[in-house]
């Protein structure tokens, strides 16, 4: 599999592409499945449909893996937490934990629930050709924690951050508990065929350094050691979004580092040389526009030089974006990396 392969920095014919959230909205196929299954988590827990928006952009786009339809918010709904994903506001528990005697009701066995991800993973792994990868997944423990506390997404992040100063025991409590889950489940993910995972730290900017390290990286390295001591053979992408300034301080036992698009490559590449390869990063909005594509792809083929890059977006896919710009992406960059 050239993914794999480019994880591991092995050679490749050309730098393999995918593109986070490449299921989605932004595809006619897509919508017509999510109103089949009703709403968005009974297609996260139908594997048959999930299956099917899964294997979409691999087909239409032509893309090098498939990620796994779901969600990172799954987990804190098995753990007992209940989930609303309203029209046009996002995802919502209703509920969210106060305080640390709320701890001891979140079940502990959640990544025994969620047999459908599973399910859905094995049906992927018989359907998607063998050269292609499937990338399973997971929300870091400071991101999943995050809204189990804040009760959804936020710009301050202001309870959360009250209770990492006034009381950083309950934080931590709550990141052990979900840290273990994550293992749990990533663990089931490989076992049911998944051939990379991605860890989305998506509001590691919330924090000043040494907390950001303290309550969020410091669970993320638990993980990657738990897995990659089990699982060498399977990549771990670790993707902290926006963080630039202490880049080359996110050391662990991972392959791949997800770089965002506002922190520019040659950048991060200054920063990290060859210790990580990098995934990254196109400006999504870059995808209204070909000429923006050719320009933004030509930037970050000449800093990444055809070596230790995986291709993809800096975050994931707008859901206006126009599907025949997204094919001409995928064309591009594998035409123009060639070797
Ligand atoms: O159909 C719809 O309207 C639902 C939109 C949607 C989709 C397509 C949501 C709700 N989740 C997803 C799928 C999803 N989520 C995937 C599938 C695979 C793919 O990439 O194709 C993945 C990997 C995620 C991961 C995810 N969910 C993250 C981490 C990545 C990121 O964007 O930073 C986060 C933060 C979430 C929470 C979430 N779920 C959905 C939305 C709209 C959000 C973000 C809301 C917010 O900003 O707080």
Redesign the pocket.
Known sequence: MIFIDACFRKPTPYTPIW???????YLPE??AV?EKAGD?LN??KNPKLACE??LQ?VDILGVDAA???????VIPLEMGMDLK?I?GK??IFPEPLKDESQLCALDENAHLKLTYVYDTIKLIREKLANDKALIG?T?SPW?LAT?MIEG???KVYNIIKKEIYKNPKFIHKLLKIVTQTVKLYLEEQIKSGVNAV?I?D??AAALEEDKYLEFSWSYIQEICTYIKSKYPHIPIIV?P?SVPAYLDKLDGDFDVLGIDWGTPMEFAKDKIGDKFVLQGNLEPARLYSKEAIDDGVQKIVDVMKNEGHIFNLG???I?DLPVENAKYLVKRVQELTKR
Not at 67 to 73: N, R, T, V
């Open positions: 593109m986070m959230r490449q299921a989605g909205r897509y919508m999510r968005f297609l996260c928006v899964t952009p990620i796994l339809f779901s969600d990172i918010l994903f029209k996002g995802p997944f929300g991101t809204y959804q997404g936020t991605q989305f998506s509001w993707f979004k975050h994931g896919m859901p």
